[in-house]
Nanobody
Framework: QLQASGGGLVQPGGSLRLSCATS????????MSWYRQAPGKQRELVAV???????NYGASVKGRFTISRDNAKNTVYLHMNNLQPEDTAVYYC?????????WGQGTEVTVSS
């Protein structure tokens, strides 16, 4: 139900954009979020965006990451700037709301020189 993409290898200080596409019936009714899980750590919330456009961010990414949504494409994006090695993780797209609770397959981000 959720198709995440855009991960890869990037040098410290670099940028990446993750995408998560879903169906219109889910996108229009649910909040959309990004989580991440680093090796040996618990999954943590990175950012969330609701239908009205309101956003919230995890403390460690605030000011560097931006979540946005394209209602015409039923897609949510995570724009990641000034990436650091501690941002290395598998990033998961999540959607929760009246249309149900869904997880994407995860996309790996590695920040390394």
């Amino acid at each position: 139900q959720l198709q995440a993409s855009g991960g890869g290898l990037v040098q410290p200080g670099g940028s990446l954009r993750l995408s998560c596409a879903t169906s219109g019936s889910i996108f229009s009714r649910n909040a959309m979020s990004w989580y991440r899980q680093a090796p040996g750590k618990q999954r943590e919330l990175v950012a969330v965006i609701v239908g009205g456009g309101g956003t919230n961010y995890g403390a460690s990414v605030k000011g560097r990451f931006t979540i946005s949504r394209d209602n015409a494409k039923n897609t949510v994006y995570l724009h990641m700037n000034n990436l650091q090695p501690e941002d290395t993780a598998v990033y998961y797209c999540n959607s929760v709301g009246p249309a149900g609770n869904y997880w994407g397959q995860g996309t790996e981000v590695t920040v390394s020189s």
